[in-house]
């Protein structure tokens, strides 16, 4: 089942299991069950710490318990974990096994305060690579929390339970039998959802925080970037952002990153936390900026403020707030989203297996979305707005090749229609001939470029008719110490190594402000 490069790295990290584990199958006759066993058998023998029996006592077949021997500590997986799961398999047994859980000790006393029985269900797709981030904080959650039980279903084999639950987008979750939420979610934002008073909380400790030299918002490259090069400056920095990771958490692989021949983004969203957390950053998760309230003079505080109804003040602020998928703006398109209406063919795709879908664009994201899916669904229509595709003709070949692919240009989209619950069909226009047409299939996967994460700084900083923030050559924006980094700016090819670069270069335009107009706050 494994290769021997696995089964050394595997046998290498049951070393750090401390207590005794149990793995307890329920198995038919299939071939998934098959694999499942021989996962299973060869991981017991890689320690004397972990051991496996068959208990066919589960009605999802083929699935297996991770159970911590004597207690009530453990977690499921209906299915097998492989592809991007198979990390969700190994931190499972180490924590179950003893290993400490990753996590601030305030979060984890909250999570272990949290009180009922917390039944977890988890629907994902091992092509899914915004799924484990979901899996493993519920996992951690209930290794530190007994009351809380959890499985992850690969919903590609247990197609039934999809359907019925009517699961057309992955990681969705299932609490006590109800949907709790759909996407990727972390530990905090979780813990954030069971225990209400966790944001008043939050904005209590950060209103009573001191003024910081500079204010990252944004917690992708170019805000990970620019914490960084602040606090080797020894400025006192902080970082408040949504998500750690931005879109590149979004992004499946990349294959352009310098010195890097191919990695994947939740990966190397990961590396820029670890390394942010490296420096003397205040990082404040889970937080979304609703207002900036520039310097009324010069070396002045820039005040910004969060939906929690907090505000910090800062002597300079770097905007790194990136960009997200670009909606249609179509009737039905809201209504659908996560009911057949998605934005990623990776995670989604297999939930739409033998299936007809269209996918919304011609550019590279668009086409390549199409050639992908192809491989799974039972039909593809691409739709591009414009009268030719804009991908790359090695791309354009590829997917002309593919006999379940059709391609329609000068194709407006009016709206996608539905029966209530689901999508079950796309109306569009013929921009050559004026002509309305509907197509019947189960799927939309839209893929139309990116829109600026900036609604929130209008009148603020100047902006373009894009919503671009404007910046010069420093990252330097209309406002008195605030500067701007990556995909959210002007700055020409949104690319990870670009947003980089321009981080570090509104890190160091901010520190040179700071020299100019007044003394930092920390030496």
């Known amino acids: 089942m494994l290769d021997a490069s696995t089964t050394a790295q595997l046998k290498t990290y049951l070393e750090k299991v401390t207590m005794p584990i149990e793995l307890v199958a329920s198995l038919d006759d299939g071939p998934k069950s098959v694999e499942l066993a021989a996962l299973l058998t060869e991981t017991a023998a890689l320690s004397d710490k972990v051991s496996y029996r068959r208990a066919d006592d589960d009605p999802r077949r083929p699935s297996f318990r991770i159970e911590r021997v004597g207690t009530d500590v453990g977690v499921q997986f209906a299915g097998i974990p492989m592809g991007h799961e198979f990390s969700s398999y190994v931190l499972a047994l180490l924590q179950v096994g003893g290993h400490p859980v990753k996590v601030s000790d305030e979060l984890a006393e909250t ?4 009180n009922g029985d ?13 799924c484990p981030d979901v899996v493993q904080a519920l996992n951690a959650m209930s290794v530190l929390n007994p009351r809380i039980t959890v499985s992850t279903i690969d919903g590609a084999l247990f197609q039934d339970e999809v359907e019925q639950r009517k699961v057309l987008a992955v990681p969705t979750v299932f609490l006590n039998g109800e949907l709790f939420d759909s996407g990727r979610m972390s530990m905090e934002q979780i813990v954030g959802k069971l225990d209400t008073g966790a944001a008043a909380r939050d904005a209590e400790k950060m209103n009573g925080k001191d003024p910081f030299d500079v204010l990252v918002i944004g917690g992708g490259p170019g805000g990970a970037t620019a914490a960084i090069y602040a606090a080797r400056k020894g400025l006192r920095t902080g970082l408040a952002a ?14 352009n990153f310098i010195s890097v021949p191919h990695t994947e983004g939740p990966k190397l969203a990961a590396a820029l936390e670890q390394h942010v957390r490296e420096y003397d950053v205040d ?9 900036l309230v520039p310097a009324t003079e010069v070396g002045g505080l820039t005040e910004v403020k969060f939906r929690n109804g907090s505000s910090l003040t800062s002597r300079t602020v770097v905007l790194a707030t990136g960009a997200r998928w ?4 179509v009737p039905g398109e809201q209504e659908y989203r996560n009911k057949g209406v998605t934005f990623c063919p990776h995670c989604d795709g297999p939930l739409f297996k033998g299936k007809r879908v269209a ?7 668009g086409v390549e979305a199409a050639i992908d899916l192809a491989g799974v669904v039972g039909h593809v229509t691409l739709l591009e707005f414009d009268d030719h595709l804009r991908a790359d003709a090695v791309l354009q070949r590829k997917l002309h090749s593919l006999p379940n692919v059709d391609v ?3 194709a407006a989209t009016t709206e996608v229609v539905g029966d209530g619950a689901k999508v079950t069909g796309l109306r569009y226009r013929d921009r050559d001939t004026d002509e309305l047409h509907e197509l019947g299939l189960e799927g939309v996967f839209v893929q139309i470029g990116l829109l600026p994460n900036t609604e929130w700084l209008k009148g603020a900083v100047e902006l373009t ?3 671009e923030i404007i910046v010069n050559a420093g990252g330097a924006t209309s406002a008195s110490g605030v500067f701007a980094a990556g995909d959210c700016t002007t700055t020409p090819f949104k690319q990870i190594v670009i947003s980089l670069g321009a981080g570090a270069t509104a890190s160091l335009s901010a520190f040179d402000h700071l020299i100019r107009t007044s003394a930092p706050t920390a030496g």
């Not at 999570?111 to 949290?114: E, T, V």
């Not at 996918?359 to 994201?365: D, E, L, M, P, R």
């Open 111 to 114: 999570i272990k305060s949290l």
């Open 118 to 130: 917390l039944k977890f269900e988890t629907y994902i797709s091992l092509s899914c690579q915004n």
């Open 242 to 255: 949504e998500r750690f990771g931005g879109q590149v958490l979004d992004t499946m692989a990349i294959e």
């Open 283 to 291: 990082i404040m998760p889970t937080q979304e900026a609703t207002e």
């Open 326 to 329: 670009r909606n249609m703006n």
């Open 359 to 365: 996918v919304i664009g011609g550019g590279n994201s």
């Open 408 to 410: 329609i240009v000068s």
């Open 465 to 467: 008719g894009r919503g």
